[in-house]
């Protein structure tokens, strides 16, 4: 059974970095999809990007195209999502989740399989 580890977030400025880790504690987490998501307070979650186990395909929701990218290292069982020029509004916890199966823009809204327990994520304007 894989679990995942969220860490990396914090408070930070808007216009700031910062970088979101998920680590995976078994090795078959390689064969995994994986995807961020975000609950920010009164609002439901929301998909933010995926990528897949080969690191070849990378899927990103509007709100974080050409702010945010995600990326994973298998040989460290890891998967991370840089966020730059951070605004109020991407305040939240943020989740990572793991699937066998492919997670893109399409098929996200299912029951993946195993989530981490979010890390928060606070930018102060």
């Known amino acids: 059974q894989v679990q995942l580890v969220e860490s990396g977030g914090g408070l930070v400025q808007a216009g700031g970095s910062l970088r979101l880790s998920c680590a995976a504690s078994?090795?078959?987490?390689?064969?995994?999809?994986v995807a961020w998501f975000r609950q920010a307070p009164g609002k439901e979650r929301e998909f933010v990007a995926a990528?897949?186990?080969?690191?070849?395909?990378?899927y990103y929701a509007d709100s974080a195209k050409g702010r945010f990218t995600i990326s994973r290292d298998n040989a460290r069982n890891t998967v991370y999502l840089q966020m730059n020029s951070l605004k109020p509004e991407d305040t939240a916890v943020y989740y990572c989740a793991a699937d066998p199966y492919p997670i893109t823009t399409a098929t996200y809204d299912r029951d993946l399989e195993v989530w981490g327990q979010g890390a928060l994520v606070t930018v102060s304007s």
């Open positions: 990528i897949s186990w080969s690191e070849m395909m990378t």
């Open positions: 078994a090795r078959t987490f390689r064969s995994y999809a």
